[in-house]
């Protein structure tokens, strides 16, 4: 696991560090969250907080991050590994 070392560091900055560990980008963000791209860039870039409904949403996308992005643990979630596609192959 990973650490911030600050309790004090911003929701931008937690923010960033979920999208870089999770290889989110800004428009998969946007769409994800029903957002434009540039309220996800003001948020990243801490010129804006998110709404609470959107701060919802967050949560329920992103459960293990929340404890995080909200400060309440300075513990960075292990990144979930994608699971394996299943080929089904049909037998003749």
């Known amino acids: 696991s990973c650490y911030v070392r600050s309790m004090q560091t911003s929701f931008s900055a937690r923010f ?9 980008k800004v428009l998969h963000l946007a769409k ?22 959107l701060q919802k949403l967050m949560e329920l996308f992103w459960p293990d991050w ?3 992005l909200t400060q309440q643990t300075n513990t960075i979630p292990n990144p979930q590994t994608q699971p394996e596609p299943v080929r089904v192959v049909e037998e003749v």
């Open 16 to 24: 960033r560090i979920m999208n870089e560990c999770l290889g989110l």
């Open 32 to 53: 994800t969250l029903g957002v434009s791209p540039i309220t996800v860039i003001r948020i990243r870039s801490g010129k804006a907080e998110p709404h609470p409904t």
């Open 66 to 68: 929340w404890p995080f």
